[in-house]
């Protein structure tokens, strides 16, 4: 069974700093896309970052380009979201999932993606 487990989250003040980690366990993940979303109250779930299999081309939301950056380590099966210069507006439920259907050029599309975590909450106070 597949599993995706979040972490990290919690609550920061405006300027800080948060890292997510995200663990798969059940399959592993090496040759697959991974993403980070996010949802935020009253909001569509949104596209985040995403990564490519060996790690060497990601992409961004414009909203976050510049202040967080994704990786990944294939050895633990874990992809990272490391968050800077946080702002009111990032607060949200953070999800990581997996496009298993592709290796390169994450989509930004949540549709394309099958496997997902449970989400963790990120609270950014003002």
């Known amino acids: 069974q597949v599993q995706l487990v979040e972490s990290g989250g919690g609550l920061v003040q405006a300027g800080g700093s948060l890292r997510l980690s995200c663990a798969a366990s059940?399959?592993?993940?090496?040759?697959?896309?991974m993403g980070w979303f996010r949802q935020a109250p009253g909001k569509e779930r949104e596209f985040v970052a995403g990564?490519?299999?060996?790690?060497?081309?990601?992409n961004y939301a414009d909203s976050v380009k510049g202040r967080f950056t994704i990786s990944r380590d294939n050895a633990k099966n874990t992809v990272y979201l490391q968050m800077n210069s946080l702002k009111f507006e990032d607060t949200a439920v953070y999800y990581c999932?997996?496009?298993?259907?592709?290796?390169?050029?994450?989509?930004?599309?949540?549709?394309?993606?099958?496997?997902w975590g449970q989400g963790t909450q990120v609270t950014v106070s003002s």
């Open positions: 999932a997996v496009d298993s259907s592709r290796t390169n050029y994450p989509s930004q599309g949540s549709k394309a993606y099958e496997y």
């Open positions: 059940g399959r592993t993940f090496s040759r697959n896309v």
């Open positions: 990564i490519s299999a060996s790690g060497v081309i990601t």
